[in-house]
């Protein structure tokens, strides 16, 4: 029932939610039932694309695998959030994009020293993310810190519900992904920053960047860092999204162009953005940017959205 208060936030006015609600503890009961049976299933997925910017495949859960998903996620969040480095911040309560850029930027004063010595940046992406997680090792990982046979049975279950291609891959809509894609980089989150005694990491689901005033040393990191991920991982950093660069040139990460004393938007997210507010000049739409214009050196930005 906690779980089902927090899945219905923004979702009333949808039909396949108030199908479900009409006989809510009838539902409830039964996956209650199932879930104690072992006689549970998760069923198919919807598919549709959308362009966010790039084009995404989406798969949507019927609405009582999407409350299964909340309730796992409310009971696993909390203990697994306590085993994660502090320099991730995807999907996360309390971190998000603005406290990452902002860790961007307090990393880089400490690295340059006030701007007052070369801040090299290593970037890396990682291909396919989401499509690319092995099943078998995220179960692995799990059986780390989870015992319960029970638990294991039931994360199995929505594990292997869905494939890319076999035995990989996790679906983009389904709230239990964006945790268990943390818990799998979180292998590499403590090998970087505990093995390699990288210190100024900060990762955003498949974004990754180690800030150091040590170049050969980046250069000597970057393919250690490809043979953990591909070895333990069975993951792949994207090759044409690598590079190692100064700071004082500008180095793009999460939509922003960052430099030594501020940042400026990225092109193709201001293109985005006014196309955007030039096809719908509604109240909400316009905030939302502004809000985000707030987080970097975006006055002339402002000021052309002001005059639409």
């Known amino acids: 029932?906690?779980?089902?208060?927090?899945?219905?936030?923004?979702?009333?006015?949808?039909?396949?939610?108030?199908?479900?609600?009409?006989?809510?503890?009838?539902?409830?009961v039964q996956l209650h039932q199932d879930l104690t049976n072992h006689t549970y299933n998760h069923s198919p997925y919807q598919a549709f694309r959308i362009n966010d910017?790039?084009?995404?495949?989406?798969?949507?859960?019927?609405?009582?695998?999407?409350?299964?998903?909340?309730?796992?996620?409310?009971?696993?969040?909390?203990?697994?959030?306590r085993t994660f480095i502090g320099d991730s911040f995807s999907c996360r309560i309390g971190r998000g994009t603005h406290k990452a850029l902002n860790q961007f930027r307090q990393f880089g004063y400490k690295v340059s020293k006030n701007n007052t010595q070369t801040c090299w940046i290593l970037k890396c992406d990682?291909?396919?993310?989401?499509?690319?997680?092995?099943?078998?090792?995220?179960?692995?990982?799990?059986?780390?810190?989870?015992?319960?046979?029970?638990?294991?049975?039931?994360?199995?279950?929505?594990?292997?519900s869905f494939s890319s291609v076999s035995g990989r891959g996790l679906p983009l809509g389904n709230l239990t992904s964006q945790?268990?894609?943390?818990?799998?980089?979180n292998e590499f989150d403590q090998w970087i920053?505990?093995?390699?005694?990288?210190?100024?990491?900060?990762?955003y689901a498949d974004d990754f960047v180690i800030l150091s005033h040590d170049k050969p040393g980046l250069e000597e990191l970057l393919p250690k860092a490809g043979d953990f991920l591909s070895e333990t991982l069975k993951l792949d950093v994207h090759p044409d999204k690598v590079f190692i660069k100064t700071l004082a040139s500008g180095v793009d990460f999460l939509g922003w162009v960052h430099f030594s004393d501020h940042r400026v938007l990225r092109t193709t997210t201001k293109r985005r953005m006014f196309k955007r507010?030039?096809?719908?000049?509604?109240?909400?739409?316009?905030?939302?940017?502004?809000?985000?214009?707030?987080?970097?050196?975006?006055?002339?930005?402002?000021?052309v959205i002001k005059s639409f």
Request: proline share 4%; no cysteine.
């Open 277 to 303: 507010i030039k096809k719908n000049l509604a109240p909400e739409i316009l905030n939302s940017y502004l809000g985000l214009l707030k987080h970097g050196n975006t006055n002339k930005i402002k000021s």
């Open 193 to 203: 920053k505990h093995h390699m005694k990288a210190k100024h990491y900060i990762r």
């Open 126 to 160: 990682i291909r396919k993310f989401f499509e690319n997680i092995n099943h078998e090792i995220l179960l692995s990982i799990l059986k780390k810190y989870i015992s319960d046979p029970n638990i294991i049975w039931l994360l199995e279950k929505v594990i292997k």
């Open 53 to 81: 910017p790039k084009p995404r495949q989406i798969h949507k859960s019927i609405v009582r695998d999407r409350l299964l998903h909340h309730a796992i996620h409310r009971t696993l969040y909390p203990f697994f959030d």
């Open 179 to 185: 945790l268990f894609v943390n818990i799998y980089m």
């Open 1 to 28: 029932m906690e779980s089902w208060k927090e899945f219905l936030k923004r979702k009333r006015k949808r039909k396949d939610v108030q199908e479900f609600s009409l006989s809510l503890m009838d539902n409830i």
